[in-house]
């Protein structure tokens, strides 16, 4: 498991954003085009059938399958840099990271401008605490204790 300082979390979280923001988009258009379709198969349930455009269904059905890809491959490459993406709906991600003995996860949400929590694996999002000097002095060697 690839673990993260607090400053390498950090200089990521540009290119995740946008990583984030692509997901989510394409999630919601991917929901926008089920929900189409299953309105359309409400209208022909509740009219006891009718003539259904099927090129038009095809492709709205092909651009769900795109949008869900463009999901697919953005979670993959956040997963291929080494973060944890914990809730999509949210742009929740864990970056896991050594502290003392222990792998710990920092821990950041879409909108927050730095990363300012971490959690234990075990104690996920409700256990989250502020990021403190042991995380800090880890990130930047320079800020030892005299």
């Given at each position: ?141 320079s800020r030892r204790p005299n």
């Amino acid at each position: 498991m690839k673990t993260f300082t607090l400053d390498e979390a950090q200089s990521l979280l540009p290119v995740l954003e946008s990583l984030l923001k692509r997901a989510i988009e394409c999630k919601t258009s991917a929901e926008q085009a089920e929900s189409d379709i299953s309105e359309l198969a409400q209208r022909i349930y509740l009219a006891g059938g009718m003539r259904v455009d099927v090129s038009k269904v095809a492709k709205i059905r092909a651009e769900a399958e795109t949008h869900l890809q463009c999901v697919r491959e953005s979670v993959a490459e956040m997963d291929s840099i080494g973060v944890q993406v914990k809730d999509l709906e949210s742009g929740l991600l864990d970056f896991p990271c050594r502290l003392d003995d222990e792998v710990v996860l920092l821990c950041w949400r879409m909108g927050e401008t730095t990363i300012e929590h971490w959690h234990t694996m075990e104690s996920g999002f409700k256990g989250r605490q502020p990021v403190d000097e042991r995380f800090r002095r880890r990130s930047n060697p320079s800020r030892r204790p005299n």
